[in-house]
């Protein structure tokens, strides 16, 4: 399945001035402002992935966390790429509406399997127009995990619009993945919208 399961994906680093949609303008953010709303957003996972609510509410409080911390429009029109062009207004509104949940899906689905989390904030490096926070996520009997979080301000708040996982950019992984769904069936975005109807199925049915 071309759509792989990613923990965050991304935004473009320059405007794309479409006429169905233009996404919140962005600025580079001070390392200091980074790194403090990424220990903030680290605090608030811990909080609800360590607490001993039911996975329900668990579930329900990643997903309204998600939508606080991560710049999610931006993050679709990225992953969509090229398509943004072809797609209809509708097929556009559609299809972010549908990435907010599969977003939210993907990381409840992942993050429920984990307990007793710790989370250490390390430096911030500018790349390109982000601020790229390092972080260090450590989880029983399991080797610490580096993780890095890009993260612009976004109409004057702090988002995160990218995630570096051994060393490869998860907004990247997930355009290439979603344009691969698109070509293989003769370019149409709306395969794309079929199959990620089915992919929130999928993870519905496990949570």
């Known amino acids: 399945m071309y759509l792989r399961r990613f923990i965050l994906g991304a935004v473009a680093v320059a405007p794309m001035l479409l006429a169905i949609g233009t996404p919140a303008h962005a600025d580079t953010i001070p390392p200091d402002a980074a790194k403090a709303f990424i220990n903030q957003s680290g605090q608030k996972l811990m909080a609800i992935v360590n607490g001993s609510s039911s996975q329900t509410a668990k579930s329900e409080a990643l997903r309204q966390l998600v939508d606080q911390i991560v710049a999610v429009d931006r993050v679709g029109h990225y992953v969509l790429g ?15 509406g549908l990435f907010h949940k599969l977003l939210a899906y993907n990381i409840t689905y992942q993050i429920n399997a984990y307990k ?30 580096d993780v890095g979080w890009a993260v612009d301000e976004i109409d004057g708040q702090p988002k995160i619009v990218d995630v570096i996982v051994a060393g490869t ?39």
């Not at 207004?89 to 299809?95: A, K, N």
């Open 82 to 96: 090229r398509y943004v062009n072809v797609a209809t207004p509708g097929q556009y509104q559609e299809f972010l």
């Open 116 to 145: 007793n989390i710790s989370f250490t904030v390390n430096s911030a490096t500018p790349e390109g127009d982000d601020m790229v926070v390092d972080t260090t996520i450590t989880t029983p009997d399991k080797p610490p995990a």
């Open 169 to 207: 950019s998860l907004r990247i992984t997930t355009r290439n993945d979603y344009a691969s769904v698109i070509t293989d069936n003769g370019g149409q975005v709306s395969a794309l919208l079929t199959a990620m109807q089915h992919q929130i199925k999928k993870l519905a049915a496990v949570q």
